[in-house]
């Protein structure tokens, strides 16, 4: 049976709003460890110390870090499903198909993980989301005890080590900066590649990538989980749902996000602020983009989101491509030369464009150009990609 792509009449147009906010909420967050070397190696309250830089850092970890790619996470697992369901809807081995698209999502990871930047989840998706075909065939509260076990786990097993520790977490490596900054700033290639394998390898060798499965993995089941009860899809069904889940995770992110900062905002808490709040948040913004999406105000201010969300890998890449010219030597050179808020300003103008720039594209063409070849890939012909 032949078996071919979504229709864009088939998709759900609040879940790509939804995506298209979380390439937004990424890059706000990416900008940030692309630009300067203190998000790995500390010292940033030490550069960045006027009042302004300081409320626009705290601005950002509130709202956007640790909320976004824990949202993403949530929107791969919630596709996975409808992935999975389609094809079994048409009778083909769902297996093949998906594990095919894991190793394109692999080869996109290793091309931008060690060619462009080191903080890519393309690879971690890819490596990470080979465990989803463990719980392809279990049940809903199945694949909900097993987020909450991993995610709850994890955070208890690494918060009281933090604790512990509390004293020696208020540090900067000097020299690691220096080293950073002067290979980042370089023009030759060779060394910026050097550069971000080192800073790659640190967050994702050894038991690094345990705590990242630990993290990523209940994320996936949740959206999972999500897709498979049918919150999202069935609005007038959940309506009554969707307003109970907007409240409490509204309060739990309130609670987790901000409330740190009552008492200082303590780093050994970052784990608890980042995977229990950020998954929190990450369920708000997409209950409430889901909400305001069906409202006709909403769907007017919303609805160019969705072009970014069906474009959401080209689009991800296509920041990192442009922050690689932008800040490392090879290309304009502004690396540890600008501050959070004008990167905030760079992210507003540079996400507007894509926001024009993916319309125009999606009025000519079927997919963006990198879910073009990825389809391809993994239905294992080349699909037409003009409309």
């Known amino acids: 049976m032949q078996f071919a792509p979504t229709r864009v009449n088939n998709r ?3 879940i790509d709003i939804v995506r298209g906010f979380a390439i937004f909420g990424i890059f706000t967050v990416n900008i940030g460890a692309f630009s300067a070397p203190y998000f790995i190696y500390g010292g940033a309250e030490m550069v960045w110390n ?3 830089e300081r409320a626009i850092q705290a601005f950002i970890d509130i709202f956007f870090q640790g909320s976004f790619y824990t949202l993403f996470s949530i929107l791969f697992g919630f596709s996975w499903q409808l992935m999975k369901e389609r094809l079994q809807v048409k009778e083909i081995a769902f297996t093949p198909f998906l594990l095919r698209r894991q190793f394109g999502l692999i080869g996109f990871g290793l091309i931008h993980a060690f060619l462009i930047w080191h903080g890519d989840i393309l690879l971690s998706y890819g490596l990470i989301g080979l465990f989803l075909l463990l719980f392809i065939e279990v ?3 199945t694949l909900l005890v097993w987020a909450a076990v991993l995610l709850f786990g994890s955070v208890g097993l690494i918060t009281p080590a933090l604790y512990a520790v509390r004293d020696l977490l208020n540090f900067s490596d000097e020299l690691a900066i220096n080293q950073a900054i002067e290979n980042y700033s370089s023009n030759e290639l060779p060394l910026i590649w050097k550069q971000n394998f080192y800073d790659w390898s640190l967050a994702n060798s050894g038991i690094g990538f345990i705590f990242l499965i630990m993290t990523l993995l209940p994320l996936f089941l949740l959206g999972m989980y999500l897709a498979r009860k049918r919150v999202f899809h069935e609005l007038k069904k959940h309506e009554h749902t969707l307003k109970r889940l907007l409240i409490i995770t509204f309060l739990f992110s309130l609670l987790l996000k901000a409330g740190p900062y009552l008492i200082g905002n303590p780093l050994w808490l970052s784990y608890v602020q980042d995977n229990l709040g950020g998954t929190a948040s ?7 983009l889901t909400v305001l999406a ?3 105000t909403g769907r007017k201010l ?15 890449i296509l920041q990192s491509v442009i922050s690689f010219i932008l800040f490392y030597g090879i290309g304009f050179g502004l690396y540890n030369s600008v501050l959070p808020s004008v990167s905030l300003v ?3 103008f540079i996400f ?5 720039v993916s319309k125009w594209w999606l009025s000519r063409y079927r997919f963006g150009p990198l879910e073009w070849i990825w389809r391809s890939l993994n239905y294992k012909a080349i699909q037409p990609l003009r409309k």
Not at 352 to 356: D, S, W, Y
């Open 12 to 14: 759900l147009e609040h």
């Open 50 to 52: 006027t009042p302004l």
């Open 139 to 141: 049940k809903e509260r």
């Open 282 to 288: 990450a369920v708000f913004y997409m209950t409430l």
């Open 294 to 296: 069906q409202t006709e």
């Open 302 to 316: 919303l609805r160019p989101l969705r072009y970014v969300g069906r474009t959401a890998l080209s689009n991800y």
């Open 346 to 348: 760079i992210v507003v």
């Open 352 to 356: 507007t464009l894509q926001i024009l």
